[in-house]
């Protein structure tokens, strides 16, 4: 059964560095997004991107971040300079149409455990 | 915004009972999804209910919707140990008109003993 694959499953990183989490969607989807669950908290959308650009974006998704799609198959997460409060799980999804036109779900990725020192 | 808060926070179980999870929901939706999350691992989607739906039904999994009450329920019957995990209900939601994003509420975590 076809899956989106995220690496690394944990990265740690010092404050201040650039993170890139990396995602590989399902390879027929168009839409792909990026969420993040803070420990304990509830999943939080960030970004959602369709056609080689952002289709809409939350306020957690400010200038520290960035998504690209370096080439047909990756899809990526750029944090520029992470800090303590980034610290979370990433999951990366994608789907096939985008909702609510066909109603379709969205399959995510296991998530990369972020952890910022 | 629009958020699903799921009730209760936990719910403790044998195995063989049916467990029941609600979801509340603030403002009109085109649909409403559950997902499952076991402790550390990724989303796994159980089941999306359309607006215009009451009810739907998956193996062992019941959801229904009332959007009058704005409210969701997840049955899940005869349950087993492996159906131990956080269960999430999402609704749509618009930042913009460019598209749609998932609101996902808090969980309810499940745990189901032999």
């Known amino acids: 059964e076809p899956e989106v694959t995220q690496t690394p499953s944990h990265q740690v990183t010092q404050m201040g560095q650039e993170v890139i989490l990396r995602c590989v969607p399902i390879?027929?989807?168009?839409?792909f997004y990026w969420y993040r669950q803070i420990l304990g908290q509830k999943v939080e959308f960030l970004v959602s991107f369709y056609n080689n650009e952002i289709s809409e974006k939350s306020e957690i998704f400010d200038d520290q971040f960035s998504v690209e799609r370096p080439d047909g198959s990756n899809f990526t997460l750029k944090i520029r300079s992470t800090k303590l409060e980034d610290s979370a799980m990433y999951f990366c999804?994608?789907?096939?149409?985008?909702?609510?036109?066909?109603?379709?779900?969205?399959?995510f990725g296991q998530g990369t455990r972020l952890t910022v020192v | 915004s629009q958020q699903g808060e799921e009730d209760p926070q936990a719910l403790s179980i044998q195995e063989g009972e049916n467990a029941t999870m609600n979801c509340s929901y603030k403002?009109?939706?085109?649909?409403l999804q559950w997902y499952r999350q076991n402790s550390g691992r990724g989303l796994v989607h159980l089941i999306l209910i359309r607006s215009n739906e009451r009810e739907k039904h998956s193996g062992r999994l019941r959801v229904t919707l009332d959007t009058s009450k704005k409210s969701s329920s997840l049955l899940i019957t005869a349950s087993r140990a492996a159906d131990t995990a956080s269960y999430f209900c999402a609704t749509d939601a618009s930042y913009t008109q460019a598209g749609t994003a998932l609101i996902f509420g808090k969980g309810t975590t499940l745990s189901v003993s032999s």
């Open positions: 999804a994608s789907s096939e149409r985008h909702w609510p036109e066909l109603n379709t779900e969205a399959f």
């Open positions: 403002t009109s939706i085109n649909n």
């Open positions: 390879s027929n989807h168009l839409y």
